[in-house]
């Protein structure tokens, strides 16, 4: 059952870091819409999950001392080998175990140089700019409740 | 002792089938639906999650269905369901001064960067029924204004720089976090146990013991410095990847309480500060808690200990709803047998009065 | 790290149901001392860890229980693989080891070292994964205690000659101690701290 022999492209990890938490932050939907426009599955080997579990989620005593548990999450994760061997991995919070093996392959595809074009238009950026338009949607929605002080009347007469 | 006897099973069967039935209501009104829950009683599923210590608005919102709006019941259904999973790993500690704020208000500053902003609470409200709401009137979309590029800087940070309030505290930044989910308390505790009892607590049980506080048991001359709401990043790190990466967000409550401290023979006269860190949206709990997290840091501070809410041992051992509904619920449950073993003693030490009375009657009467 | 590709290979195809077999062995194992379980769950761990040995840290380890390995394992791709598929954290301190795996044939110099417990929690001791060349042929070792009626015989071959020496310290110190799992290929057998042993 061993992987075939891969040499891992020497990607730059900003990159990964990037790819993986946009399929984190992805919906199914959206995820599934990319899957739907791929013409050619690739086949995925399942070599860990999806498997749903815990994180235990810290925050810092008083916000910037030393680390507290502050409760757990749900996470699921997958690790799935394509047919040429390069090895995705793929954990969001949440219970969808769908969700972390399409992301899965996703981040496979990404690391391979002929695919990874097709993440980055078909899901990547889509989900990008969804996330931002939401971000800057809450920040105006929440700008709008920002108090205005005035001074009425001025005591030095 | 401990009788073992069987019985019920039909009972009990159409207990619960009964229980379905109720639950459900009447079948002529649709079906509350998940989602529903999660949208439109959304700090009612934030309680859940909270106390339940887990972070999941879905599960959460299931369980408030499943146990018909008793939070209590809801958060020992997560609790429950929790312990069923395996745990990855940790977290990178949460970083709230990165938070997309929802809410940020201080009560010690008024022109703070980043500003007052309220968001969406009921304070202003005029606490009067809406009748609107028994229709189901169109919403106005929310009011938008330009957001300012100023970052929304925590307050505790505006106050360090003066030294007139305390820092985040001396642990070093990599000290490992105790867990009580995975070893057995011991008192006295660490402020990090403490913290992560406090933010799995009851509600209830945290803000009276914070009120109390302020009615003079334990008074700690406290000031919210900032409550904050809104989204962080969750971060783990992925060891087959080799560095951490972002799981999504949740939503916390963060709450600095800043307490005027007179000094004592272990620190300076400065201003102390208590914390507090809750899922979801819920500024009573959060603030309830930093009352709480001030007030049990007496014996550090060198503070005399004279209040409940000071008292370690009390308030720890008592935060839990869960364990507390379980001890004081079980109560219900058959003790039949100890019960008939209090009867014959109360009916002995009944017996025994009665014929040292009849005794020492008839000693009287012997004596006239 | 991500180009370690023995690491992700193997596990349980069917974790559930294949740990849950595999813990069922181990604990009728610790109850019955001495007795060899096969382990017939295919682990797929990568050499030089034994297939019982793989199929007891998939089923016992997890991200709260640190593993110590023995310099055979830790050198090897053993030590990934166990942090992949069983979450542990892998340690060089034997004190914080929950469980540790020594290979075969390699020097046991002492028990001394691995978490005995403490009086109050007797349970948070080091359990001891030794693989050994065989079970069931070897040196003969008469057993008694508890889940054992009267003595039992239980074979072993490559025993480290230190290890009765050091079985015999350790039952002095019980309720504290360390337990331990012979393991040989496919077969395994246990000691628990609870064990006499004459060699």
Request: charged share 25%; with cysteine; proline share 5%.
């Amino acid at each position: 059952m061993d992987v075939a022999q891969q040499t891992v492209p020497d990607t730059d990890l900003a990159g990964r870091r990037r790819c993986a938490g946009l399929l984190a932050g992805a919906t199914l939907n959206e995820i599934r819409a990319a899957w739907d426009t791929l013409a050619e599955k690739p086949e995925a080997r399942p070599v860990r999950g999806p498997e749903t579990g815990l994180v235990m989620v810290r925050g810092r005593i008083g916000g910037g001392g030393s680390p507290f548990n502050l409760g757990e999450a749900t996470v699921t994760r997958a690790t799935v080998a394509l047919a040429s061997g390069t090895v995705g991995h793929a954990q969001a919070l949440g219970t969808d175990k769908d969700k972390a093996r399409l992301s899965a392959i996703f981040d496979a595809l990404w690391q391979e140089e002929a695919s990874r074009d097709f993440v980055e238009t078909a899901i990547l950026a889509p989900v990008e700019t969804r996330l931002a338009a939401e971000e800057a949607q809450k920040a105006e929605e929440t700008a709008a409740t920002r108090v205005d002080f005035f001074t009425m009347v001025r005591g030095d007469d | 002792m401990y009788v073992a006897v069987k019985g019920g099973e039909a009972a009990i069967t159409n207990a619960h089938r009964l229980l379905a039935d109720r639950r459900r209501g009447d079948r002529s009104l649709p079906s509350v639906t998940i989602d529903q829950i999660a949208e439109q009683l959304g700090l009612a599923v934030d309680r859940v999650m909270a106390e339940a210590s887990l972070y999941d608005r879905s599960l959460a919102a299931l369980a408030v269905r499943q146990s018909r709006g008793d939070l209590i019941e809801a958060i020992f259904l997560l609790r429950a369901y929790r312990t069923t999973l395996p745990r990855f790993g940790s977290s990178v500690p949460l970083d709230t001064a990165d938070m997309q704020v929802e809410r940020r208000v201080s009560a010690t500053y008024k022109d703070l960067p980043g500003g007052q902003l309220l968001g969406p609470t009921f304070d202003y409200t005029h606490r009067l029924l809406d009748p609107s709401l028994l229709s189901d009137e169109a919403v106005e979309e929310p009011a938008r204004r330009e957001a300012g590029e100023e970052a929304i800087m925590r307050v505790s940070d505006i106050l360090a720089h003066e030294g007139l309030i305390e820092a985040d505290g001396d642990l070093p930044q990599d000290q490992p976090a105790g867990d009580l989910t995975r070893e057995p308390l011991e008192f006295p505790m660490s402020r990090d146990l403490r913290l992560q009892a406090l933010a799995r607590g009851d509600e209830g049980f945290l803000l009276a013991l914070g009120y109390s506080t302020q009615r003079g048991y334990g008074r700690n001359h406290p000031f919210v410095g900032e409550v904050r709401i809104g989204e962080v990043e969750v971060e783990m790190d992925i060891p087959e990847l080799g560095f951490a990466v972002s799981l999504g967000r949740i939503r916390v409550t963060e709450c600095q309480m800043v307490n005027q401290f007179k000094g004592s023979s272990k620190a300076p006269p400065q201003f102390t500060r208590g914390y507090g860190l809750v899922f979801g949206q819920n500024e009573r709990k959060a603030m309830s808690m930093s009352l709480v997290d001030r007030a049990l840091r007496a014996e550090e501070l060198g503070e005399d200990i004279t209040a409940p809410a000071q008292d370690e041992e009390f308030v720890i051992s008592h935060s839990d709803n869960v364990q507390a509904t379980g001890f004081v619920e079980h109560l219900k449950l058959p003790h039949y047998v100890d019960f008939q073993a209090e009867l014959a003693m109360v009916r002995k030490m009944r017996a025994d009065i009665e014929a040292a009375r009849n005794g020492e009657n008839e000693m009287k009467d012997a004596a006239e | 790290m991500a180009a370690n590709t023995e690491a992700f290979s193997g596990g349980f195809s069917n974790p559930v149901f294949e740990s849950q077999s595999v813990f069922r062995m181990v604990m009728d194992g610790m109850a019955r001392p001495g007795t060899i379980r096969t382990v017939e769950q295919d682990a797929g761990q990568p050499d030089p860890l034994g297939s019982a040995a793989g199929a007891i840290a998939l089923t016992l380890c997890d991200h709260d229980t640190p593993v110590w390995l023995s310099a055979g394992f830790s050198q090897s791709a053993v030590a990934e693989w166990i942090g992949f598929h069983s979450g542990a954290p892998i340690t060089r301190e034997k004190a914080e080891a929950r469980f540790a795996f020594k290979e075969a044939s390699s020097a046991l110099s002492s028990f001394g070292l691995f978490s005995a417990g403490t009086q109050e929690y007797p349970d948070r001791s080091t359990t001891l994964v030794i693989e050994v060349e065989a079970l069931g042929e070897g040196q003969e070792l008469t057993l008694a205690g508890p889940g054992i009626l009267h003595s039992t015989t239980a074979k072993v071959a490559g025993l480290p000659e230190t290890f009765l020496r050091l079985w015999a310290d350790n039952r002095t110190l019980f309720p504290r101690g360390i337990d331990v799992i012979l393991t040989a290929g496919r077969h395994f057998l246990c000691l628990p701290r609870t064990t006499r042993i004459n060699g």
